[in-house]
T-cell receptor
Framework: AQSVTQLGSHVSVSEGALVLLRCNYSSSVPPYLFWYVQYPNQGLQLLLK??????LVKGINGFEAEFKKSETSFHLTKPSAHMSDAAEYFCAVSSSGGYQKVTFGTGTKLQVIP | SAVISQKPSRDICQRGTSLTIQCQVD?????MFWYRQQPGQSLTLIAT?????????ESGFVIDKFPISRPNLTFSTLTVSNMSPEDSSIYLC??????????????FGAGSRLTVL
């Protein structure tokens, strides 16, 4: 079984401040990990993915995430928030083999304050 | 990545009726999935739409309630049958293709927002 826990359903940051969205995973096998972003009235888009290569993964729009096995974490960061980053962010996990069912976290809504 | 079109984008339905959501992908994909996103909750996988065979349903979802078709590698439908207000939700179609990394990276449609009165 696999699951992800996202801490904080709502996060507010000032424009230009650091963005940190937390995600912890649970998986009985080596996982693949993902961050997706959903803008209002749109489907989810892939921000970045971890597939057991480099532990620090860079994605689109300046976001990055670091896979920490010892902490079972995959937190999403961005050094400087932009107004356009306001959206809902979902962490997700799948197994790295076999039937790769993707399990999503409950999401974190990011608000960027001018 | 693939572009996915869903319709309808939204609908208001009466209790007891059924609605079919269509999902069209602009390229052939190996796997298609249907998710439900209820207000304030995460995405829940309903089923995997298999081309040429019956869909594979997740625990808690049954074919009689959510019949799915997948006649080819670019198209799928999800029907929400005998709707009740509890079925009010956003229904998302998604697809994946085999990538070099081997990961199941999903592309999503914009969703179909159903309100059942």
């Amino acid at each position: 079984a696999q699951s992800v826990t996202q801490l904080g359903s709502h996060v507010s940051v000032s424009e230009g401040a650091l963005v940190l969205l937390r995600c912890n995973y649970s998986s009985s096998v080596p996982p693949y990990l993902f961050w997706y972003v959903q803008y209002p009235n749109q489907g989810l888009q892939l921000l970045l993915k971890y597939t057991s290569a480099a532990t620090l993964v860079k994605g689109i729009n300046g976001f990055e995430a670091e896979f920490k096995k010892s902490e079972t974490s995959f937190h999403l960061t961005k050094p400087s928030a932009h107004m356009s980053d306001a959206a809902e962010y979902f962490c997700a996990v799948s197994s790295s083999g076999g039937y790769q069912k993707v399990t999503f976290g409950t999401g974190t809504k990011l608000q960027v304050i001018p | 990545s693939a572009v996915i079109s869903q319709k309808p984008s939204r609908d208001i339905c009466q209790r007891g009726t059924s609605l079919t959501i269509q999902c069209q992908v602009d390229s052939q994909v190996t796997m298609m999935f249907w998710y439900r996103q209820q207000p304030g909750q995460s995405l829940t996988l309903i089923a995997t739409a298999n081309q040429g065979s019956e869909a594979t349903y997740e625990s808690g979802f049954v074919i009689d309630k959510f019949p799915i078709s997948r006649p080819n590698l670019t198209f799928s439908t999800l029907t929400v049958s005998n709707m009740s207000p509890e079925d009010s939700s956003i229904y998302l179609c998604s697809a994946s293709r085999d990538l070099d990394s081997g990961a199941n990276v999903l592309t999503f449609g914009a969703g179909s927002r159903l309100t059942v009165l």
